[in-house]
């Protein structure tokens, strides 16, 4: 098993401009070429891929760029259809040993940003640190309703748990959000909460002060933001 893990983008047309400016921070914050971490960037089936995007991230990760074919649109089909494409892709490329067997995949959308500069450390201990209480399909911010664990989260990159997550679950009905629905089920097959991941539901901005405060709790990454007052943040305290 690779010890690296693999951040999987996923975008469609109308949060593509922040998922693409995402992504360029992600490369620009990496010191030098990461030995942590691989990058898949996913467009919906609908969106193009933006090929220099890709570029631009391949200067700090091993980069895969791809289109996705599952045809579901709007809220939640389409980003369930985008996670679903995630873990097909990867049990797929695993399978055929196009891609390491990452010790986990980071599954992430155009609403989340890193606090840290050294978010991928942080992940990869928060990681190590729930899997050796216990075996782990899936972990990250643990939230309401249910609980479930929220969609930015990291899913164990084992082929056998990629193959169960890709073709062994129930069908995923596009009216339920897949982290809802099947949260019983990755409750049962072990789920852990990370604190150091946080899910604050569509957030429109976040002021330095509570970027401040959040860091100050040890959150190294943070979902729901509807801005990019993180990337900017981030920005202006590494001065990049």
Request: charged share 20%; glycine share 8%.
């Amino acid at each position: 098993m690779s010890q690296k893990i693999l951040i999987a983008l996923q975008y469609w047309a109308g949060d593509s401009k922040l998922a693409l400016k995402l992504a360029k921070f992600l490369a620009d914050i990496e010191p030098r070429h990461s030995d942590q971490a691989d990058f898949l960037l996913l467009s919906r089936y609908d969106c193009p891929l933006d090929t220099t995007t890709v570029q631009h991230l391949s200067r700090k990760f091993n980069v895969h760029g791809f289109r996705g074919w599952k045809r579901g649109t709007g809220w939640p089909a389409g980003c369930n259809d985008l996670w679903l494409t995630v873990m097909e892709w990867a049990a797929s490329m695993s399978q055929a040993k196009k891609i390491p067997e990452y010790k986990a995949i980071f599954t992430c959308e155009a609403d989340g940003a890193p606090l840290f500069r050294d978010w991928i450390t942080r992940m990869h201990e928060a990681w190590d640190q729930v899997s050796r209480e216990k075996p782990v399909v899936v972990a990250g911010p643990l939230v309401l309703p249910g609980p479930h664990i929220n969609g930015n989260c990291l899913v164990n990159g084992s082929p056998k748990n990629l193959n169960w997550l890709a073709h062994g679950m129930p069908s995923v009905h596009p009216a339920v959000g897949w982290d809802y629905l099947l949260a019983p089920l990755l409750k049962k097959a072990g789920w852990a909460n990370i604190p150091g991941m946080r899910s604050i539901y569509n957030t429109p901005t976040f002021s330095a002060e509570r970027r401040k405060s959040l860091q100050e709790e040890g959150v190294f990454w943070v979902h729901g933001g509807k801005d990019d007052s993180l990337i900017r943040l981030g920005r202006e305290e590494w001065t990049i």
